[in-house]
């Protein structure tokens, strides 16, 4: 345990951690050195990232609430207070997403020829087009509603965009106002494209195209007041498995329910009629504070379509073409060249190809006897999927699926089935955990009569579609040691086939916690002993106390301690007396950080692990997830030299976060520190335009406690090292 006075606060909320990360994605759209229309994309993932949230955290706390709870979470607030302050957060942050669409995006779209037209904007020409696609395309698929006794509002789907209306009937000029309800047809795009002059680019809403034809559609009804609205609804997985048959009825039934869910957040036009508003609060029995008006289109997520629709190449990222993967002349296959050495990727700078391969290869190749994998997420027109299939006509083929990966649940159980019905053998994991390692086996009997096993071991999900943006890392090897134990975690996760030791894989839920806790100590150990003792760790999410706590304890001890932590991080670093030597940045940029890294100097003896999880309660204890060792010395000097040093020399896209759980550009904090983008320089790297000399730090390495001064600034150790040894170098060279 750490050495803590009695009124120091030991971690963040969860709740303003994750805002904070939301907040850093807002930044990268209002970026003016980010190309145009990624700044819309950045616009638009951060809408969708609220919206799962929403759904799901601000849900969830709802659901405490309702149910009684009162226990305090990690920054000491109960549950309703927790909802109040993440509520006004929400507001705020809504409130700058629209600032940015506004004020920041529009008028630079409009500068390039990007508008986004008012119905009275709109040329005859236009108006033509509009009107015709609405009669051909939209209308049919519209069902207007008005509520009555005889006609109850209608049930509106999750996050679906809806048109309601003020109505009175003509007939009756002093009658009662009544409400009507249009939902949007969710299968049309949201920006109708209009006719426009040559390189522009014209767009109108599909709600203001319907909103022009409401009179048509209510006839006999004046049209008062009308306005877009999205209702989000709880979306919280439960089940009890002792009431369940079996886990795929059990998802089946949850899919069904999940559309019942109550209504936790409205979201409606500022300007919107406040007796509309009023009638749609108490209709979805929410508080007025769960209302979000919004000074633009509803659902800023739809944005996304804009941005992939505009022909603009020169203000989108400058696509790059994935580094190949090129094996030794003198083997005849992949599995002649990991016989001779572990094969390293770094996903998407080196292509993903070799992994899909992988999977094809051992489906076609006749020596292969049996193929085993995980799934967790994949894409819908996944080559693996049609490997797997060919594979289960003709070998041992077993899938792992995990069916309850959230908002996936659907397609998956569609592989599950039609894997099933090719001859693959599909199990569903550890009854109560979810399956999130990222492994596949095959074994072949090779030319030399031995029968070996051959593994691909992985940070990202098996998805050649988002190892395009994602970074992830592979390890493809035919190490004994490490391709045995992966059997016995397939073992596992079929028939729940224990052993009391896992290594050199770290297994959650198994062995996991303990083996990370325990190799924290271990630096923390060599730190008062004097030798080497530093931590680099590299995740999505921190958030297990224990793993904090123990880091807390390493840094009093004198470990140095830096965390690249993309999402949640609730540790407080940098607090004197506490966590003076950690340090914690977030890069969030061109791709997303999706990597597990985690590297311990051990006295001089480093080790670096790689693997599924972050350093969550979980991933820790309610997954079914492995850390893998990196034991290839041009792997191990891979990451040593070039992907460690890049991301600690980021000053671009890097955050640091401070002590409060807010975070600075790194760029305002090392002030005398180059303009370094991590995520650029690898993919001058992959494309061999920049060597390893373009980064500013050296390779990570770790000085012993007693001689390393503490880190100021938070710059970490070995980037002050490099300055000053240049500066060295320099005097010296000035002295001759």
Request: hydrophobic residues 40%; glycine residues 6%; aromatic residues 8%.
């Amino acid at each position: 345990m750490p050495k803590t006075s009695p009124k120091q606060k030991l971690f963040n909320g969860r709740d303003h951690s994750w805002m904070q990360f939301n907040r850093r994605v807002l930044e990268e759209a209002e970026d003016p050195t980010n190309p145009l229309l990624e700044r819309v994309k950045f616009l638009a993932i951060t809408a969708s990232n609220l919206d799962e949230y929403v759904e799901i955290r601000q849900a969830g706390l709802m659901q405490r609430i309702e149910d009684g709870y009162e226990e305090r979470g990690y920054d000491g607030l109960r549950p309703d207070e927790s909802l109040a302050a993440l509520t006004a957060e929400i507001h705020t942050f809504v409130e700058a997403q629209y600032h940015c669409w506004n004020q920041n995006l529009v008028p630079e779209l409009r500068k390039n020829g990007i508008r986004l037209l008012e119905w009275n904007e709109l040329s005859e020409e236009q108006r033509a087009f509009a009107q015709n696609y609405f009669q051909r395309d939209v209308d049919p698929l519209l069902t207007p509603v008005s509520i009555d006794p005889a006609h109850p509002f209608p049930r509106v789907l999750n996050k679906a965009l809806c048109l309601a209306l003020l109505l009175r009937a003509k007939r009756r000029s002093s009658g009662p106002q009544v409400l009507g309800v249009v939902t949007v047809p969710r299968a049309l795009p949201r920006f109708v494209r209009l006719p426009s002059s040559e390189g522009n680019f014209d767009y109108l809403l599909l709600q203001n195209l319907i909103e022009q034809n409401l009179a048509g559609m209510y006839r006999g009804y004046a049209v008062l007041a009308h306005t877009a609205f999205r209702v989000t609804r709880n979306s919280n997985l439960y089940f009890e498995e002792e009431e369940a048959r079996s886990l795929l009825e059990t998802i089946r039934f949850e899919l069904h329910n999940r559309r019942k869910g109550d209504a936790v957040r409205l979201e409606i036009e500022a300007d919107a009629d406040p007796e509309i508003v009023e009638r749609l609060r108490v209709n979805f029995e929410l508080d007025p504070d769960q209302v979000f008006h919004g000074d633009g289109p509803v659902n800023l997520s739809r944005l996304m379509f804009l941005a992939g629709d505009v022909g603009r190449p020169d203000l989108k990222f400058v696509p790059f073409t994935p580094k190949p993967l090129h094996i030794s002349r003198k083997s005849a296959n992949i599995f002649d060249e990991l016989r001779q050495r572990d094969i390293l990727l770094h996903h998407p700078y080196d292509s993903y190809d070799p992994v899909v391969e992988f999977i094809e290869l051992g489906a076609k190749d006749p020596a292969v006897l049996t193929i085993k994998q995980t799934l967790y997420r994949t894409s819908n027109d996944s080559p693996m999927f049609t490997a797997l299939t060919e594979a289960g006509a003709s070998k041992e083929a077993t899938l792992v699926v995990e069916l309850m990966a959230r908002f996936d649940e659907a397609s998956n159980i569609r592989w599950a089935r039609s894997m099933e019905d090719a001859g693959v053998q599909v199990f569903h994991g550890v009854v109560g955990l979810k399956t999130h390692c990222k492994l596949a086996m095959l074994v072949r009997h090779d030319e030399d009569g031995v029968t070996r096993r051959y593994c691909h071991l992985g940070t990202g999900n098996y998805n050649p579609v988002t190892a395009r943006f994602y970074t992830d890392l592979s390890l493809l090897t035919a190490d004994p040691q490490i391709t045995e134990k992966v059997h016995m975690v397939f073992n596992y996760l079929t028939a729940h086939a224990e052993i009391d030791d896992y290594s050199p894989l770290l297994v959650a839920p198994l062995t996991m916690a303990e083996s990370f806790l325990r190799l924290i100590r271990r630096e923390q150990e060599h730190a008062q002993a004097g030798r080497q003792a530093h931590i680099i760790a590299k995740m999505n999410a921190l958030l297990e106390p224990s793993v904090i706590e123990a880091l807390y304890a390493a840094s009093q001890a004198g470990v140095q301690i830096d965390l690249i932590v993309r999402g949640l991080s609730i540790l407080r670093p940098g607090v004197k007396g506490l966590s003076e030597n950690i340090r914690v940045r977030s890069i969030v940029g061109r791709f997303l950080e999706h990597s597990r890294i985690y590297h311990f100097a051990n006295g001089g003896a480093s080790e670096i692990y790689l693997g599924s999880a972050d350093w969550m309660p979980r991933n820790l204890f309610e997954r079914c997830e492995v850390i893998f060792p990196v034991k290839d010395s041009s792997a191990l000097d891979r990451i040593h030299t070039e992907i460690l040093p890049a991301l600690m020399a980021d000053t671009t896209k890097a955050r640091l976060q401070q002590p409060d759980g807010t975070y600075l550009r790194a760029s305002k904090v090392m002030k005398d520190a180059p303009a370094f983008s991590s995520q650029d320089f690898l993919i001058q790297l992959a494309e061999g335009k920049v060597d390893l000399d373009a980064i500013p730090g050296l390779a990570v390495k770790s000085e012993p406690a007693s001689e390393r001064n503490a880190s100021k600034n938070g710059a970490s150790p070995h980037v002050k090292a490099k300055v000053k040894a240049r500066a060295a170098a320099k005097k010296a060279a000035a002295a001759d």
